[in-house]
C-alpha cells in the first residue's frame, strides 16, 4: 500500500522559513519523480516542486522560484521542501505526490496534507 505522510507544517510570520518532510513506504521511491502540490480552498492545486528521482535539478513554479528548494533522501525514502522568505500568499495545505510519468503534471497517490500558514 503507497503511504506518503507529511510533517512539518505550522504558522509562521512573513519572513520566516519551514521545511516539509514526506516519508513515503509501499513502493520503490527511488524509481518515481516526486512533487510537492499545495493548495487552498475553492482553488485549483497548484504545483509547487517536481524532483526527478535520481535527485537532478528539480521543478519549481514562479511563485516560489528561488525562495523554495525540493530535495530528497532516497536512501530514507523521504522528500523535503525547505520553504525560505515565506509570504502570506504561500498558505496551503501541503500535499507530497507521487508523479507515475515524468514530463505530465499528473499525480497518482499523494498524502493527506500539512497545513502551513503565513501571518503577522
Known amino acids: 500500500e503507497v503511504q506518503l505522510v507529511e510533517s512539518g507544517g505550522g504558522m509562521v510570520q512573513p519572513g520566516e522559513s519551514l521545511t516539509l518532510s514526506c516519508e513515503a513506504s509501499g513502493f520503490t521511491f527511488s524509481s518515481y519523480h516526486m512533487a510537492w502540490v499545495r493548495q487552498t480552498p475553492g482553488k485549483r492545486p497548484e504545483w509547487v516542486s517536481i524532483i526527478p528521482n535520481n535527485d537532478d535539478e528539480g521543478y519549481y513554479a514562479n511563485s516560489v522560484k528561488g525562495r523554495f528548494t525540493v530535495s530528497r533522501d532516497n536512501a530514507k525514502n523521504t522528500l523535503y521542501l525547505r520553504m525560505n522568505n515565506l509570504k502570506p500568499e504561500d498558505t496551503a495545505t501541503y500535499y507530497c505526490?507521487?508523479?507515475?510519468?515524468?514530463?505530465?503534471?499528473?499525480?497518482?497517490?499523494r498524502g493527506q496534507g500539512t497545513q502551513v500558514t503565513v501571518s503577522s
Open positions: 505526490a507521487r508523479v507515475p510519468k515524468p514530463g505530465n503534471l499528473d499525480y497518482d497517490f
